[in-house]
């Protein structure tokens, strides 16, 4: 018996399908890369009866704070692109068991042999430590910005301090937009707990965006539309910074000083 989502949940399910469209256009999202999650747990209504009926898939190592928890989530081997057009195919909406042991999926997953992301057990860590913060984001996405990712391979713009710098010296926004920095986590081998871990620091640390050193981002947000913008701001500055290399010569940048302004006036209140 199919269960109908709330208009909430449709909306919620158009902004990805949107941004899923702006990731593969920016050539962000390549085959099936990226993965996304949504905390929708203040939007879903199912008794426990209707729940009964799909049954538990297991996952193990979750927390029982988990326990009744819902989540949109992207499929395994699906693409970003897709989303819009066939969401029931590459999306699938989990709500986690109430021993914490397995989830029933209720919505979506319309796809022979489809999964949850990969990526599921690092999504829910990061999802359950914004709750636990307090935070209003609700959205996890992960995808493969070009220009950020290729500072990551330039000693002079590797690391947190070089690659902040670099960025917020670019144009103002940078500053404005991300105003902590992108957090940076040093390589780790792609869905292992080290990479999880280590991103759930860098959230801890209240980093909306964070970098995967020569892999990708990860960004947080309200909703899908808002990480997305976070992540476009400061590839914007990495393409300018890539665009005055070009040319044989250093940028010249905004100043220490300037950045420090901008970060006065334009100080984030949470
Ligand atoms: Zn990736």
Not at 188 to 202: G, I, M, N, P, Y
Request: net charge positive.
């Amino acid at each position: 018996m199919p269960i109908t989502l709330s208009k909430s949940v449709h909306q919620v399910i158009r902004e990805v399908g949107e941004v899923g469209q702006y990731l593969w256009q920016k050539g962000w999202a390549e085959k099936n890369a990226g993965n996304l999650s949504v905390d929708i747990t203040d939007h879903i209504a199912i008794t426990p009866a209707k729940l009964k009926k799909f049954p538990v898939k297991p996952i193990a190592g979750l927390l029982p704070e988990f326990a009744g928890r819902s989540y949109l989530v992207t499929g395994t081997g699906t693409r970003y692109r897709d989303i819009q057009n066939h969401s029931s195919e590459c999306l699938c909406v989990l709500q986690i068991s109430g021993d914490a042991k397995g989830f029933h999926l209720f919505w979506g997953g319309k796809r022979e042999g489809f999964k949850p992301t990969s990526e599921l057990p690092s999504h829910l860590l990061m999802q359950n430590s914004l709750r636990k913060s307090g935070a209003k984001e609700k959205v996890v996405l992960h995808t493969h910005p070009n220009e950020l990712i290729a500072l990551t391979h330039l000693s002079e713009t590797a690391g947190e301090e070089k690659l902040n710098y670099a960025l917020w010296s670019m144009i103002p926004e940078a500053k404005i937009y991300v105003p902590r920095g992108i957090g940076w986590v040093p390589y780790r081998l792609t869905a292992s707990q080290e990479l999880a871990k280590e991103t759930v620091k860098a959230l801890e640390r209240k980093h909306k965006v964070v970098m995967w050193e020569k892999h990708g981002v990860l960004a947080v947000g309200k909703d899908a539309i808002e990480a997305f913008d976070l992540i476009d701001a400061m590839n914007k500055a990495a393409i300018l910074y890539l665009l005055c290399k070009q040319t044989g010569q250093t940028p010249q940048g905004l100043s220490r000083e300037q950045i420090d302004e901008i970060g006065r006036m334009f100080a984030p209140k949470d």
